[in-house]
């Protein structure tokens, strides 16, 4: 029995070391393996005079007329009042290793003010990337998530109708000029640079394969020897090494948003031996006008006779409370709970915690 438990504990702890393991591949980006935006300028097109006011949006009635222009459309001298088109931006990201031919999807907004896109069909669009020159075209009908109605007197609108979205849009006609077959070396950029990280991924990689083929250079990079790896060729490598589980260290961080009252904390925060005291001060002004009217039919005015309220309440509170060191946050949290304190009173008491210097976590307020 003691030999059988012996063997599931031996089982169970590399499991555990494992739990809070990460594929590589979510951890860091490989040089040279991204991705690039693109931007065009375009027409909608089909709308149910939800469309942009010609008046108001001039360069909705010149990108129409050059696109009747270039359909073999005269329109010079013509006035066009149509309500039924919108002038937009389209957007759209190329994956890396993006090839002649394939689909992505793109984003449609509204530049001018129509009210929705709802049902409209976007026009061939180029969309081009920072060097100028065109990389995909984009036509379809767009998708909105948004809807709005209105009447004479009252309307509604939910989502945002002026912008929505084309799946698979856009075709790629240009490829970007990247032979990754060539790369004697391939870095790889942590997205949460750490010296302890970038250890770890270096003594994970040379363990997969055994010798010596990464190196870090910074807490933000580790260099892979193609050539060192033995591989058939750089994807080769790159497949092997992007599924390599990897246990990241994070930094001791408090996210905290004061709209909403939100906290986050890591694990890994730590509190000073300090003493905690907080209490609430309300002061309450309430106007109650009196009127008074005279007695009926006797020569008077109605007067209205201010009445106000004043009153001020100390509450309890928290009573003045001392916090062991090296205390977990969650720990204080958790008693705060316990005690009902608010969310925006904790904020308040995480402040004052870092402020005195007794809160050993990077915190971020949004």
């Known amino acids: 029995m003691i030999r059988l438990c012996l063997l599931l504990l031996g089982l169970l702890v590399p499991l555990a070391a494992q739990a809070n393991a990460i594929r590589l591949k979510d951890l860091v980006e490989f040089d040279g393996v991204r991705g690039n935006d693109l931007v065009g300028y375009g027409l909608v097109v089909g709308l149910n005079g939800t469309g942009d006011g010609l008046r108001n949006a001039p360069f909705t009635e010149e990108i129409m007329s050059n696109i009747l222009e270039r359909l073999g459309v005269n329109v010079n001298g013509e006035q066009m009042r149509p309500k039924n088109v919108a002038a937009v931006l389209v957007t759209a990201s190329l994956p890396p290793f993006a090839r002649v031919g394939s689909q992505i999807d793109v984003t449609v907004s509204a530049i001018g003010d129509a009210d929705s896109l709802l049902g409209g069909t976007l026009i061939m669009t180029p969309l081009n990337a920072a060097d100028g020159q065109i990389y995909a075209v984009a036509q379809g009908t767009i998708i909105s998530g948004g809807v709005s109605a209105e009447g004479e007197a009252a309307s509604v609108v939910q989502g945002v109708p002026t912008s929505g979205g084309i799946p698979s849009g856009a075709r790629v006609e240009r490829e970007i000029e990247f032979?990754?077959?060539?790369?004697?070396?391939?870095?790889?950029?942590?997205?949460?640079?750490?010296?302890?990280?970038a250890a770890r991924i270096e003594a994970a990689i040379n363990g997969e394969f055994r010798r010596d083929v990464a190196v870090m250079r910074d807490s933000g990079t580790i260099e892979l020897d193609i050539a060192a790896t033995r591989m058939a060729s750089t994807a080769h490598a790159l497949g092997r090494v992007e599924n390599i589980l990897v246990e990241p260290e994070q930094k001791a961080r408090v996210v905290v948003d004061q709209r909403s009252g939100t906290i986050v904390m890591g694990s890994d925060v730590r509190l000073s031996r300090v003493a905690v005291s907080q209490g609430n001060l309300t002061l309450r002004i309430e106007e109650a006008p009196l009127v008074v009217q005279p007695n009926p039919f006797a020569n008077?005015?109605?007067?209205?006779?201010?009445?106000?309220?004043?009153?001020?309440?100390?509450?309890?509170?928290i009573a003045l409370a001392e916090v062991p060191d090296t205390t977990s946050?969650?720990?204080?949290?958790?008693?705060?709970?316990?005690?009902?304190v608010s969310p925006r009173d904790m904020i308040d008491i995480l402040k004052s915690l870092k402020a005195a210097g007794a809160l050993h976590a990077e915190f971020v307020v949004r």
């Open 179 to 197: 032979d990754l077959a060539t790369l004697a070396t391939v870095r790889l950029a942590l997205r949460e640079p750490d010296f302890t990280t």
């Open 300 to 317: 008077g005015q109605t007067v209205v006779v201010p009445r106000t309220g004043a009153s001020i309440e100390d509450n309890a509170g």
């Open 329 to 340: 946050l969650s720990e204080v949290v958790s008693g705060l709970n316990a005690l009902g």
